[in-house]
């Protein structure tokens, strides 16, 4: 947490490319640490999406929300909330990177998924 912190200071004072080496290596030991199955690590992976596409590496960005929405997909509840936030973070990525077509077909999914778990919760 104090790494991350650290990370979020230096981003803010312009100094990218020290707080990415310290997400990296943090992201890095987490990993080693607890697996990259458990919840701390894939939060830690989504926040390291975040943050790179916040910098504009898009492709990189692209990349890691695919691994954090198949890790989510693969350890939590099929209607789990976080599975549609890395659904609707990939689609922005996707929109930003000019896939347009695909970010609407995901953000289709998420709608379609969201409304079968509303639907379902109210006649269970």
Do not use: Y
């Not at 198949?70 to 990177?97: G, S, V, Y």
């Not at 998420?110 to 379902?120: G, S, T």
């Amino acid at each position: 947490m104090v790494i991350n912190n650290l990370a979020n200071i230096f981003q803010d004072c312009g100094r990218l490319e020290e707080a990415e080496t310290m997400r990296r290596k943090l992201l890095a030991l987490q990993t080693d640490i607890l697996g990259p199955r458990h919840p701390a690590t894939v939060a830690a992976t989504n926040n390291f999406a975040v943050k790179t596409h916040d910098c504009g590496q898009l492709e990189e960005a692209e990349t890691i929300w695919r691994e954090v929405l198949a890790l989510q997909t693969e350890i939590l509840e099929p209607q789990h909330p976080h599975i549609f936030i890395a659904m609707n973070n990939l689609a922005r990525t996707l929109k930003d990177r000019g896939q347009v077509e695909e970010a609407r077909r995901l953000q289709r999914r998420e709608v379609i998924d969201m409304w079968h778990r509303r639907l379902w919760s109210k006649t269970l």
